[in-house]
Every structure is written in structure tokens, then in C-alpha cells.
């Protein structure tokens, strides 16, 4: 039976919860990269026209700007930053780039200002691979000299390293077990505490 008492503690305890979520989603709130295209850290096999880059928040009209600059911190894009008229929910921003643009690392930079106020930055990269850069890439044949050299230290770094790996396999199980023994215990003497306390 749930005594006056219990059902005021209940009551205040929901309160606060209900607070505490309110406060949470709220600072929790703000445009944050969700994707782009090109996508973060991708390759592209032709030069983009555009990047575009989707946010979780609708954004104000103005005050956001994405910058491109390529790997000599040449900016690329024309800088007409605007938000994509293709999304309704105004959550997506878009730049138009120079046409053609080479094979290479780009950097985007970008700032958006959110309709509740708050403004984020964010950089990533992405590459264009047209092809081109990989007829150019296959490293120069290592001279005959020092290839003997490599192949020992190769070896000899690789011995290394299974030797150390299979002392870590010999190991690893008792600390797994080990720590497996630890972990018990201290949860279910955590759930025992909760439920030992008097309901009210
Ligand atoms: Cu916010």
C-alpha cells in the first residue's frame, strides 16, 4: 500500500526527472553535422560541383558559411554558402565549387547558425580520385642494395610482433577472468543496495 508520504516522494521524483530530460534535450539541441556530400573522410572519383552538408537542427537564413580550401589552403568554393532550397526544413546548407577541381585532399570548414540560436563549427576532409593521381602514385622500385636491409628489418620487426602477441594471448585469458570475477560482484551488490533500500 503506497502511503500520502510515498506518493509525494514518488511525484517530486518525477518532477525532477521530467526536468532534468527537459534541460538535457534541450542544451543537447543543436545543428550538428549528420552528413555531406561528399561524405566526411570520402573519396570521390569525379570532381564535386557542390558539397552539401545535412545538419539535425533548422538553421537560420543567414550567418552560415562553409569554406573549402584545397591542400595548399587555396579556398575552392565560390562562396555563395546559402541554404539548399530542395529542403523544406531548411536543415541543409550547400556552396557551389570552382569547376574541375584536381585530384587532391580538400578541407571543409564550416558555421552554421541554428534557429534557436546557438551557432557550431565543424571541419572534415573528403579527396577527389579521378584516376589520374593513381597512374602517378605506384612508389619508385627500392634500389637492389637496400632491399636485402628492408627485407631483414621487415623480418625481424614481424618476429617482434608475434612474439609479443603471443605473450599477450597467454595472458590475456586470466585478466579476462580476472576482471570478469571483479565485475559480478560489484553489479549485483549495486542492484542489492537499490533494492534493499525501503520502498517509501
Ligand atoms: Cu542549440
Known sequence: MLSFLCVKRIVAMLTLLTLMFISTSRTLAHADYVSSEPPANGTVTKAPERVVIVFSQELKPEGNIIRVTDA?????DRGDTTLDRNDPNRKTLVVSLNPG????????????????????????????STGA???????PATSGEEAPWLAL????LGALL?????RRRA????ELSASRRWDAPVGRSQGEIVSDQPSC
Open 72 to 76: 595548399r589552403g587555396n579556398q575552392v
Open 153 to 156: 628489418l621487415a623480418a625481424g
Open 133 to 139: 593521381t593513381q597512374a602517378a602514385a605506384p612508389l
Open 162 to 166: 608475434i612474439g609479443w602477441v603471443l
Open 171 to 174: 595472458v590475456r585469458p586470466l
Open 101 to 128: 577541381l584536381s585530384d587532391g585532399v580538400y578541407t571543409v570548414n564550416w558555421k552554421n547558425a541554428s534557429i534557436d540560436g546557438h551557432s557550431e563549427t565543424g571541419r572534415f576532409r573528403f579527396t577527389i
